[in-house]
């Protein structure tokens, strides 16, 4: 009964491959997040969904590109993937984009580029 | 855009004592301020969080600040222990159209047995 599920959980990759991470959540959310989490544990938002449709695009370098079948699936997908991509990334979901909604996260996918 | 800064970046304390994290935030039409804790590996989750109506919000050993005008809000840990160490992560979000809270940059707390 996990509301917000991603995988992998774990991802080791070499340096020009692609690769994704997928998303589900089980909330009834109209909103997705992904967020990246470095190694100084910054969260930093990437991109947002609401009800499938692109609402926020962060500065994130275009071979990120997020996918939403649904609203209730969000997916990731990285294309040529660089040393610097190593990182968690956290996908979220909330009720709506209103104010005072709370942001459930996944469990995180452990990207590391070799 | 809305800009949280939070201090202090690492905080360590000795089991039973208290802790403070604190942090400020730039716009002024910002009107929740959540709380997150995230512990060693694990995903982030909402322990408490406070609307721009009220002062001050309490749960158990956990307590939370807010001074509109000075555009500053605390967290507030009394009688630590050390299952309290994380990464704790303060975020403002603003009242109407979408918004997407803005999260500090965190704060290690370290708990001391």
Partial sequence: DTAVSQTPKYLVTQMGNDKSIKCEQNLGHDTMYWYKQDSKKFLKIMFSYNNKELIINETVPNRFSPKSPDKAHLNLHINSLELGDSAVYFCASSLDVSSGNTIYFGEGSWLTVV | ?113
């Fill in chain 2, 1 to 113: 855009g809305e800009n949280v800064e939070q201090h202090p970046s690492t905080l360590s304390v000795q089991e039973g004592d208290s802790a403070v994290i604190k942090c400020t935030y730039s716009d002024s039409a910002s009107n929740y301020f959540p709380w997150y804790k995230q512990e060693l590996g694990k995903r982030p989750q909402l322990i408490i969080d406070i609307r721009s109506n009220v002062g001050e919000k309490k749960d158990q050993r956990i307590a939370v600040t807010l001074n509109k005008t000075a555009k500053h809000f605390s967290l507030h840990i009394t009688e630590t222990q050390p299952e309290d160490s994380a990464v704790y992560f303060c975020a403002a979000s603003r009242r109407g159209g979408s918004y997407i809270p803005t999260f500090g940059r965190g704060t290690s707390l370290i708990v001391h047995p």
